[in-house]
């Protein structure tokens, strides 16, 4: 009987009759990009997602279940690479951590602090769109070109940038996410900000009370929320793929 050989490329740990089957299968050649690091993968097509996370596993060492991937939107564990259509050579992102960088990571006292003091200042029920900062932006009405908001549905991240929102002082803003860099562009008239995903301790959103097709998101840059940078009339469908997408890797 023939012996199973041990490969430094990191494959899965399968049998070798598993092995021979693998070889088998129709595979494609794409690439897998974490942070800085580029990984070249030959994977079977009808294998899945979930499959592929085990494989990653052994190459940058993030936990399966503390892994997210993305091609054209967030990648669901039960879909095969056949079925999201991969093409060959392309990209796919790795949102994740390793166990060693979720235990350097201090504890989130900000985020204790904020609670413990929404709790006793104000009416905590009143919508954040009805409190007078927001409302005069609000009042202001829909911007012409904003995008379509529905409701009830959930979007993976469109592929041109999300556009057609303000922040609090009017000025027309847009969101690029640059995840083979880590990166989400927050872009006005006057200058374009990039900013590391890492680096975003927290997002914050809530429908706007009469257009609930849209909401506010607050972006927040610091410890404290006096650094939340507020955007107004992002889409319903887009905004749980927002915060997948910049805070994923930090949800288990």
């Not at 088998?24 to 580029?38: A, H, Q």
């Not at 549905?153 to 995840?179: D, Y």
């Amino acid at each position: 009987m023939a012996e199973s050989s041990s490969s430094p490329s990191g494959s899965n740990d399968t049998s070798a009759t598993n092995d021979v089957n693998d070889a088998e299968l129709e595979k494609i050649d794409f690439k897998v990009v974490w942070k800085k690091s580029t990984y070249d993968v030959s994977f079977p097509l009808d294998h899945r997602i979930d499959q592929l996370k085990e494989h990653i596993n052994t190459l940058c060492g993030i936990p399966p279940a503390m892994m997210k991937l993305m091609y054209k939107g967030m990648l669901k564990d039960d879909s095969t690479l056949r079925d999201i259509k991969l093409t060959k050579g392309a990209k796919m992102m790795v949102m994740g951590s390793t166990i060693q960088d979720v235990l350097t990571v201090a504890p989130p006292l900000p985020e204790t602090t904020k609670s413990s003091t929404a709790s006793s200042v104000g009416p905590a029920a009143e919508p954040l769109s009805q409190q007078k900062e927001h409302k005069k932006v609000i009042e202001r009405g829909v911007p012409e070109d904003a995008m379509p908001g529905i409701l009830g549905i959930k979007e993976g991240l469109p592929a041109q940038p999300l556009s057609g929102m303000v922040n609090k002082h009017g000025s027309k803003v847009r969101l690029t996410f640059k995840l083979e860099d880590d990166q989400v562009w927050l872009g006005t008239k006057e200058r374009t900000e990039k900013i590391m995903m890492g680096s975003i301790k927290n997002i914050v959103s809530e429908p706007i009370k009469g257009h609930e097709r849209y909401h506010m998101l607050a972006i927040q840059l610091g410890p404290t929320e006096m650094s939340r940078y507020w955007i107004y009339w992002v889409p319903a469908q887009y905004v749980d793929a927002i915060k997948d997408t910049i805070l994923g890797k930090w949800t288990y």
